[in-house]
């Protein structure tokens, strides 16, 4: 079973900034697969946030984070990573990675890791 571990959230005033990781293990070959990275707050579905393509050169974002948030993958380390800059209150969340399908972004696994919290003060 795959098992993704994401860390590096915390506690932010707006416009900090904030490092996420997520750790992949037990799943498919990580330098071949696209990863994403999703958030989600109580009461809404969990909601799509950045792409990367299996070999990191094509990224894609939601509108929200556009031009603020950054991801990025390591092959050698099996992670992917989440810059997170200028981060408003509204960033607050917890957030999630996962394997993805390049064509719609959804998630190729049911099975989801503990998230990391962000939570950004005003």
């Known amino acids: 079973q795959v098992q993704l571990v994401e860390s590096g959230g915390g506690l932010v005033q707006t416009g900090g900034s904030l490092r996420l990781s997520c750790v992949a293990s037990?799943?498919?070959?990580?330098?071949?697969?696209?990863m994403g990275w999703f958030r989600q707050t109580p009461g809404k579905e969990r909601e799509f946030v950045a792409f990367?393509?299996?070999?990191?050169?094509?990224?894609d974002y939601a509108d929200s984070v556009k031009g603020r948030f950054t991801i990025s993958k390591d092959n050698a380390k099996n992670t992917v990573y989440l810059q997170m800059n200028s981060l408003k209150p509204e960033d607050t969340a917890v957030y999630y990675c996962?394997?993805?399908?390049?064509?719609?972004?959804?998630?190729?696994?049911?099975?989801w890791g503990q998230g990391t919290q962000v939570t950004v003060s005003s």
């Open positions: 990367i393509s299996w070999s990191g050169g094509s990224t």
């Open positions: 996962n394997f993805v399908r390049h064509t719609d972004y959804a998630s190729l696994f049911d099975s």
């Open positions: 037990n799943g498919p070959t990580f330098s071949v697969h696209n």
